[in-house]
């Protein structure tokens, strides 16, 4: 069932409606919530911190081009200005983090029926992640200090090559890491493992 984007917006306030709106024919709604949008924000807190020390630096390089071009008579050195836009640009980005991951958090919604758990992105490039109970191949879930937990029940294999060139000798160095993806940032998580473990279960 595909929703208009005038549907999303009257649904994004209820994480029940917005989930089905999705459910597929004799599919049983049961659990539906939002993770908590304050708990992002908070870990990309020191991404905006590091973008104003930024621009703090750059205006400061700018002000000091303009001053010696002008004071040297040295017009045409204010075009090195120019070099500063595009720290300037990823220094923006680094400032609006925060909000992005509470906007991202705020739009997306995690959901346990009885045939399947549900991740749905509305944030920009809207997605739909279904995982079947009967495949899913473990739950582990985790409890953070501000009373929140992820639960984690897919994984991804992670597989990264570096050319190492020393010596003349070329060679490659491959590394592979674990990324896991489940319901992040979400209250009562005992609660919500435990229903996915009972419904995994056949109840």
């Known amino acids: 069932m595909t929703t208009s984007d005038a549907e999303l917006i009257r649904l994004n306030n209820n994480p029940l409606e917005r989930v089905r709106s999705e459910l597929i024919e004799n599919e049983q709604l049961i659990w539906a919530d939002r993770p908590v949008s304050e708990r992002f924000y908070r870990k990309k807190i020191k991404a905006a911190i590091a973008g104003k020390v930024i621009i703090g630096l750059i ?5 000091g081009v303009i001053f010696t071009s002008f004071s040297s008579g040295n017009l045409p050195a204010l075009a090195l200005v120019l070099f500063a836009l595009p720290l300037a640009f990823i220094a923006r980005k680094m400032l609006n983090k925060p909000n992005e991951a509470r906007q991202r958090a705020e739009q997306t919604y995690y959901a346990i029926t009885d045939k399947r758990l549900l991740i749905i992105n509305d944030y920009k490039n809207k997605s739909i992640e279904s995982y079947e109970l009967d495949k899913l191949e473990f739950i582990e879930s985790t409890e953070n ?3 929140t937990g992820d639960i984690y029940f897919t994984k991804t294999l992670i597989t990264t090559i570096s050319n190492n060139d020393r010596d003349g000798n070329s060679s490659q160095k491959k590394s592979v890491h674990e990324v896991k993806k489940g319901f992040q940032g979400i209250y009562d998580t ?3 493992a435990a229903e996915i473990n009972r419904q995994r279960l056949g109840k």
């Open 59 to 63: 205006a400061l390089w700018i002000l």
């Open 190 to 192: 005992a609660k919500v």
């Open 145 to 147: 200090k501000d009373g």
